[in-house]
């Protein structure tokens, strides 16, 4: 008892690292966002820019973060409990080689394949560029954007590795702090570079590129201190790397169910008014903040511990700590979720009106808002549950759910793309993340695998409870928007930080009177 004690204290621990180092990624990233809402407002050039920075981050949660840990990490756990020092070294040759020369394969043909990348996601472009339409322009320089930033693709996959194969190690922090390299990158390029060139969104493009080339080298040392530097080798018929690719190729789609569903959104964006891309992009700028924070911290700690326990022969133990990672993040979700719909306007007010950013952009920004983040607790619990069939080697479920997900989503945005526009692609992304989570709950249940505790149920009705309170209080107590607007952005800032602190309590003091303590987190 003890020991499993101390093991989840540990990865509550380590959750706790890896979030405080997101944390600070992800105020980082606001900066950024903040720096490039200034200079580009919500027009045109930060369509173009948004557009561009989009499809080599779809590929990077495709071949990095998304199904390759995935998929890497429980090989890599087993390689290391049952082989010796040489297999886990030929393991990760094999493996660095045989990933790095296919993705650099993808990246060249993305250079060399842009102008059709951008037809087929910019469709609304492509037309009008065709018909000689004035929108034909954003084809032509995003099409010239993204040939630029696609080789952000290969530096972050070996980045995405590296980071995989630390977490394995038990290295948290590295692997959470890399982000900050490439959002300090775009600050500098932004801010203090872009001012001396005419196009800054060419600035901006390259200034991704080096973020990604850097971030890779920040791992580097800490590999070399673990002695797991090797030499890249094509290994396509390794049998570790055979296990990789079978589990990734279907894990594609089971983990990027959201990332698949935003395209879908841009392609339609691309018929819209110009801004839509833009407006669809701050609001989830924001979506991702608590789920850089929390949702991915917690996924990337209970992956490895799965990944230890033999869910067939100790099934409890599974259920277990699924149980607990379902717990803490839809603790930390919810109120996330209801307290950003509370303070939509505020937030985007805060954080992005300045210089080319102006209050209607605040509030046509705030009404795709609160549709993309009415889906958050979902996407947020999506990512630990793709969790419960990663470690124990089953990804196809996951596709069967996020294909399921996605097909919903074409047919959720066809329904209220005509009376709600860019908002009602926002709100059906949220809707398909609600069908991913139900869908991946029904399964791991009918698998024996995993069933919410009764425990967790009432834990989650306490804290979806406080936070509805919190959000009714928070919305009571603010300004209206155009007194948000009439305040300067240091007033503005103590405001809304005087509303997130009072929100916190109130939400904290409910969770303790209806019976959440700190230790119902660590058993």
Known sequence: MQNAVAKKSRLLRSGMITSFFTLLSRILGM??????????????????????????????????EGA???????????VKQEGDDKDLRVMLANTTGTLGLCVLAVTLIGMMASPILTA???????????????????????????????????????????SSILNVFGRFAVPAMTP???????IVAVLFI????????????????????????????????????????????????????????????????????????????????????????????????????FAVAISTVILPALSKVNQKVDPQKYQNTLDWGVRLVLLLGLPSMFGIIALREPMLRVIFMRGAFGIEHVLLSSASLMASVSGLAAIMLVRVLVQG???????????????????????????????????GLALSTALAAYLNATLLLFFLYKRHIYAISKQSLVFILKALTASLVMAFVLRYLSPDVNAWAQMNTLKGSIYLAALISLGAIVFTTICLITGIKPRTLKM
């Open 31 to 64: 900066f950024r966002d903040i720096a490039i809402a200034s200079t580009l407002g919500a027009g045109m050039s930060a369509d173009i820019f948004f557009f561009a920075n989009r499809i080599p981050n779809f590929f990077r949660r495709l071949f990095a």
């Open 68 to 78: 390759f840990a995935q998929s890497f990490v429980p090989v890599m756990s087993k």
């Open 120 to 162: 087929i996601f910019g469709w609304g472009w492509f037309q009008a560029h065709l018909n000689g339409e004035s929108d034909g322009e954003k084809f032509i320089q995003a099409s010239m954007l993204l040939r630029i930033t696609f080789p952000y693709l290969f530096f972050i996959t070996l980045t995405a590795l590296t």
């Open 180 to 186: 900050c390299i490439l959002n300090i990158t775009l």
């Open 194 to 293: 872009s001012p001396y060139f005419d196009d800054a969104n060419v600035v901006l493009a390259y200034g991704m590129v080096a973020g990604g080339i850097l971030q890779l080298l920040f791992q580097i040392p800490l590999i070399l201190k673990l002695k797991l530097f090797v030499m890249p080798h094509w290994g396509w018929k390794d049998p570790s790397v055979v296990k990789i690719r079978k589990l990734m190729l279907p894990a594609i789609l089971g983990v990027s169910a959201s990332q698949l569903n935003l395209l879908v959104n841009t392609v339609l964006a691309s018929f819209l008014a110009t801004g839509a891309i833009s407006y669809l992009y701050y609001s989830d700028r924001l979506l991702e903040f608590p789920i850089g924070i």
């Open 389 to 423: 069939f990663a470690a124990i080697e089953d990804t196809k479920t996951p596709v069967r759910c996020s294909l399921c997900a996605i097909a919903a989503n074409i047919v959720f945005n066809l329904i209220l793309i005509v009376p709600l526009g860019y908002v």
